[in-house]
């Protein structure tokens, strides 16, 4: 995966937008698995990979990924090139 855009970054994203405290995620999770993940915080996840990343993500686009190695995926390929 990308080193410019850690997993681990991520994750801590994640963390931030969805309030999550004491919960481990993981590559295979989607959106039923992560407590907060729903449409109003997945765009503000996309909002600040966004900002954080440089990248246009389109929230519609983002959210038909199956998981968060999906997500990873599809930013490590934007920032590849």
């Known amino acids: 995966m990308s080193q410019a855009f ?4 991520l994750y801590a994203l994640m963390g931030e937008v969805f ?3 004491d919960f481990q995620l993981q590559p295979h999770m989607s959106a ?7 449409s109003l915080h997945h ?5 600040r990979l966004e900002a954080e990343s ?5 929230g519609v686009e983002t959210a038909e ?6 997500l990873h995926a599809a930013i490590a390929e934007r920032l590849a090139g």
């Open 6 to 9: 850690p997993i681990e970054r």
């Open 19 to 21: 309030g999550l405290r």
């Open 32 to 38: 039923a698995d992560v407590p907060g993940w729903d």
């Open 43 to 47: 765009a503000v996840l996309i909002m």
């Open 54 to 58: 440089g990248l246009d993500l389109s």
């Open 65 to 70: 990924l199956p998981d968060i190695a999906a």
